[in-house]
């Protein structure tokens, strides 16, 4: 069935360092891969996508990287700041045929240290 | 606000009871997804309305479970007989026709089965 696994679970950087969450997934025919963010105790907000057509998307500290080939797809956040701690998900589209429903991976809680 | 609603934000049963969840998705909005989130994990898909119509359930669904989106608008989530293991966060998302639309999400709501 469709899967989208996630690593790490968790991430503790220092501020200002790099961070980087993997995702891999299972189902060939997903073609659009959205990252969202979600802060303790609100909902999860879009914080950057990737359609297959493209291998990297940036937008100012935060850039993703896919590779269709692998199946496996990345999130960048560069130049960390104590507000980007929170917990990040990766997911891929699925349901191709009619849902276009996202499934997606376990979360990577990230804590930025100041 | 015209974003998505639930209501209501907190639920507290006993076992055994049933309960009914209300999401009022973004007017535009022809795509209504129901998520189960629990501690530590990813949003799990429910299932899925395209206008009125419940178009995909997920397995995870069983029979106690059951959703309505009459006339297309908002969407109702019951769960009859509740169990300890209902106990989660029911997220309710809408997006426009497409699939690369961003899924917005409702801020949920919480179930603790006693």
């Known amino acids: 069935g469709e899967n989208v696994e996630q690593h790490p679970s968790t991430l503790s950087v220092q501020e200002g360092d790099s961070a980087v969450i993997k995702c891999t997934y299972s189902?060939?025919?997903?073609?659009?891969f959205p990252w969202y963010k979600q802060e303790l105790g609100k909902r999860p907000q879009l914080i950057i996508d990737i359609r297959s057509n493209v291998g990297e998307k940036k937008d100012q500290r935060i850039a993703v990287t896919l590779n269709k080939t692998a199946k496996h797809f990345s999130l960048h956040i560069t130049e960390t700041q104590p507000e980007d701690s929170a917990v990040y998900f990766c997911a891929a589209v699925g349901g191709m045929d009619s849902s276009y429903k996202l499934i997606f991976g376990s979360g990577t809680r990230l804590l930025v240290r100041p | 606000d015209t974003g998505v609603s639930q209501d209501p934000r907190h639920k507290i049963t006993k076992r055994g009871q049933n309960v009914t969840f209300r999401c009022d998705p973004i007017s535009e909005h022809n795509r209504l997804y129901w998520y189960r989130q629990t501690l530590g994990q990813g949003p799990e898909f429910l299932t899925y309305f395209q206008n009125e119509a419940q178009l995909e359930k997920s397995r995870l669904l069983s029979d106690r479970f059951s959703a309505e989106r009459p006339k297309g608008s908002f969407s109702t989530l019951e769960i009859q007989r509740t169990e300890q293991g209902d106990s989660a966060m029911y997220l309710c998302?809408?997006?426009?026709?497409?699939?690369?639309?961003?899924?917005?999400f409702g801020e949920g709501s919480r179930l603790t089965v006693l």
């Open positions: 998302a809408s997006r426009s026709q497409g699939y690369t639309g961003e899924l917005f």
């Open positions: 189902d060939s025919a997903s073609n659009y």
